[in-house]
Structure formats: structure tokens, C-alpha cells
Nanobody
């Protein structure tokens, strides 16, 4: 089991910055990918950015050049991922969710499980 907790959301003016933090605890060695998703009212949840165990990153086109995802493993059973958001726009307003993809089982029979946090609200005023 992996427990996921997000923090760092809030209200900011357009052009401002925020940093979101996601901490995953429990079964740290199983974590393969950590990512941020967002869901605006009336819209589907969408990928914002993700980072793999090997530090490969993937960004939505709408946030490239403005958002940066990074991660550290503290070695105490916890993995932390950050989303540094700059030049925020009103269109970035949404609930931001952290997702942890964990891989379990022996090499010849692995299975994957997604764990989600409770979400943190980001509101960008114009």
C-alpha cells in the first residue's frame, strides 16, 4: 500500500508561481512513476507532468516551459515529487492530483497499481 498526500495549492494572481508537493509513503521501492494530473470544473482529468524512476519526464503541451517536475527519494520509505508552476494563467485553475504508479510482483509476473492523493486546489485569478 502507498499513501499519497499533496500540499501547496492556493490562490495566486496570473503570472505568479506556486510549488506543489506530493509525498508518497509506504512501499517506496515499488514506485515507478509519479505524476501530476488536474481536473477543472466540467472537464476531464488530464495529465500535467510525470517523472519516472529513471528521471524521464513528460509534460502536457499547455505547460511546457512553465512547469517543472522533479523528485527526490529520501531513503526513509518516502518519495517526494514537486511541481514548480510559473507564469500561471487562469486556465491553470483546477484541482491538482498526484498519482503514483507502483509495480509489484516478481519480474516474470509484475502488476501495476495506481494510487491517488486527495487533490489540492489551485486557483489563478486574472
Amino acid at each position: 500500500q502507498v499513501h499519497v498526500v499533496e500540499s501547496g495549492g492556493g490562490l495566486v494572481q496570473a503570472g505568479g508561481s506556486l510549488r506543489l508537493t506530493c509525498e508518497a509513503s509506504g512501499r517506496a521501492s515499488s514506485v515507478d512513476t509519479m505524476g501530476w494530473y488536474r481536473q477543472a470544473p466540467g472537464k476531464q482529468r488530464e495529465l500535467v507532468a510525470e517523472i519516472t524512476r529513471g528521471f524521464s519526464t513528460n509534460y502536457a503541451d499547455s505547460v511546457k516551459g512553465r512547469f517543472t517536475i522533479s523528485t527526490i527519494s529520501r531513503g526513509n520509505g518516502k518519495n517526494t515529487v514537486y511541481l514548480q508552476m510559473t507564469t500561471l494563467e487562469p486556465e491553470d485553475t483546477a484541482v491538482y492530483y498526484c498519482k503514483v504508479l507502483s509495480v509489484f510482483g516478481p519480474v516474470e509476473r509484475t502488476y501495476k497499481v495506481d494510487y491517488w492523493g486527495q487533490g489540492t486546489q489551485v486557483t489563478v485569478s486574472s
